[in-house]
């Protein structure tokens, strides 16, 4: 059964540093373009960064500097180092795999709670 497993989510103060996780199975990971996205309450749901297959990369104009995503194809996972938060960082990240043949098949992951709070 597909199935993506993020972690990672706290507290942290302004300024400070977190590294998100996504533990994917049951697919062919390097087959993905892995993303992660954000969502605030009232809120439509952001994309934050996209990693491809090929380990291009793209970020959302607010991160950029600021945010990583990498990928660790042995242990299946995806990763998003994120640096200098803000209070405006505070948001649920979601990790979504994407198949890059046929993206109508895509899976998500069940969020992880990011607080920027001092």
């Known amino acids: 059964q597909e199935q993506l497993v993020e972690s990672g989510g706290t507290l942290v103060q302004p300024g400070g540093s977190l590294r998100l996780s996504c533990l994917a199975s049951?697919?062919?990971?390097?087959?993905?373009?892995m993303q992660w996205y954000r969502q605030t309450p009232g809120e439509e749901r952001e994309l934050v960064a996209v990693?491809?297959?090929?380990?291009?990369?793209k970020y959302a104009d607010s991160v950029k500097g600021r945010f990583t995503i990498s990928t660790d194809n042995i242990k299946n996972t995806v990763y998003l180092q994120m640096n200098s938060l803000k209070a405006e960082d505070t948001a649920v990240y979601y990790c979504?795999?994407?198949?890059?043949?046929?993206?109508?098949?895509?899976?998500w992951g069940q969020g992880t709670q990011v607080t920027v709070s001092s």
């Open positions: 990693i491809g297959p090929g380990s291009s990369t």
């Open positions: 979504r795999a994407v198949n890059v043949v046929t993206p109508t098949n895509y899976y």
């Open positions: 049951g697919f062919a990971f390097s087959r993905y373009s």
